[in-house]
């Protein structure tokens, strides 16, 4: 016990802690043979028969290295009215260095990328936690809430701070690691509605193939003339104005009830089903967003095939916000009392009914706003395409001690 007398009499205050930690630390997702060069064999026919050639598979990079991450935090602890009220908040600083990228390299070399330590970025962020816990009785419950952000910055990209640009899925969808900017926004065109009619046509910048109907996309740089790459500008990314989730426990007797709920606001998706369900295509099943084409609504006219200025040619039309909340787990249960159990030799028995993933509260058309296609790859963040539904399911169980 401490002789310390700082706030001894302060009945209402459980605990208060200031919490300051420094710490530097590697990131270890090398191969033991990811600085080596690699290479494969396939079989070719020269036209006397079938002969092995050998091809690079990796490009050598003797430098490669881990990253370095040196993090700051400050964080806070409160606790009142014996645990009626809990309070936790933190700040945090974190820089990276020595960044290890999936970067493209020239296709002269017969590869397409190469992984390099380039470049450094930062993140800082708050964290808050909320908790509540009473009896009363039979009764009890508790409540915990969390609340938490993250802005991230890349700092530098090597020499020349060159950008660095990467493909979705398709073509025509980019992402672009730009310094000053998060890592993996969006780089596409602004669509903005369709032509409605010839005189539009003519007075707005556009492909040569556009047609009345067609989706009207910005000229970005404003030179008079629309162009596919020249006119691409960052439409956002993937990363969340900030993250929330909460739970409750409740209890009375020998039943409980617990519910699990968790979040994110603001951020957004690149949805790339929306080339095909959206396109108005004649060889294309369609959503109802059909009904509302050229010249019932803002939709893009029909088109025989798959091509055009359309919903096909990717822009902010395929950029959703992402936001929702989930019901991510329901459970009720009751807990026999063991005078009921002991006889059998049987103490602790609780049955219960259970279910995961039930409600998900969105404006996200996709199936599952919590999707990223290339979840390995950090430049390539908030991708939908031809993904699965997240599983809703249910569960009966019985929990007992011999």
Request: aromatic share 14%; hydrophobic share 35%; net charge negative.
């Amino acid at each position: 016990m401490s002789d310390e007398s700082f706030l001894r009499d302060v009945k209402w205050l459980d605990d208060l802690k200031l919490r300051l930690s420094v710490g530097v630390t590697g990131n270890a997702q090398i191969g033991n043979s990811e600085y080596l060069q690699l290479y494969g064999s396939t079989n070719i026919d020269l036209g006397n028969g079938l002969r092995p050639q050998v091809y690079p598979s990796q490009i050598a990079n003797p430098d490669l290295g881990w990253e370095r991450n040196t993090q700051y935090d400050v964080g806070l602890d409160l606790s009142f009215w014996k645990g009626t009220l809990g309070l936790t908040a933190d700040y945090y600083y974190s820089k990276t260095t020595d960044m290890l990228f999936d970067v493209p390299v020239s296709s002269v070399s017969g590869l397409t990328s190469s992984n390099m330590n380039i470049g450094s970025m930062e993140n800082q962020g708050v964290e808050l936690g909320l908790t509540s816990r009473r009896r009363f009785g039979d009764f009890s419950y508790s409540f915990s809430a969390n609340w938490s952000l993250n802005r991230n910055k890349v700092l530098s990209l090597g020499e020349g701070n060159a950008d660095i640009i990467k493909e979705a899925s398709f073509d025509g969808a980019y992402y672009i690691t730009r310094v000053g900017q998060p890592v993996g926004c969006y780089y596409l065109l602004v669509q903005d509605g369709i032509f409605h009619n010839k005189e539009e046509l003519n007075s707005y910048p556009h492909f040569s193939t556009t047609q009345v109907g067609d989706f009207r996309f910005v000229d970005a740089n404003g030179n008079g003339i629309l162009e596919e790459d020249a006119d691409r500008v960052i439409v956002g990314n993937y990363m969340p104005d900030f993250y929330y989730g909460f739970s409750v426990n409740l209890s009375y007797k020998g039943f409980d009830l617990a519910a699990n709920f968790q979040g994110v606001y603001g951020n957004e998706i690149l949805n790339l089903e929306r080339r095909y369900l959206m396109s108005n295509s004649m060889s294309q099943n369609m959503t109802r967003d059909a009904l509302q084409r050229f010249p019932y609504g803002e939709m893009n006219r029909p088109n025989r095939k798959l091509t055009g200025n359309t919903a096909a040619c990717t822009s902010t039309f395929h950029v959703e916000d992402g936001s929702y909340l989930r019901l991510q787990n329901l459970s009720l249960g009751y807990t026999f009392p063991d005078k009921w159990t002991r006889k059998a030799g049987i103490s602790k028995l609780r049955v219960y009914v259970q279910g995961s993933n039930l409600f998900t509260w969105t404006d996200y058309s996709g199936y599952n706003p919590e999707v990223s296609n290339h979840a390995s790859d950090a430049l390539r963040p908030g991708e939908d395409y031809c993904s699965y539904p997240l599983a809703r399911t249910f569960s009966v169980g019985i929990n007992f001690n011999l």
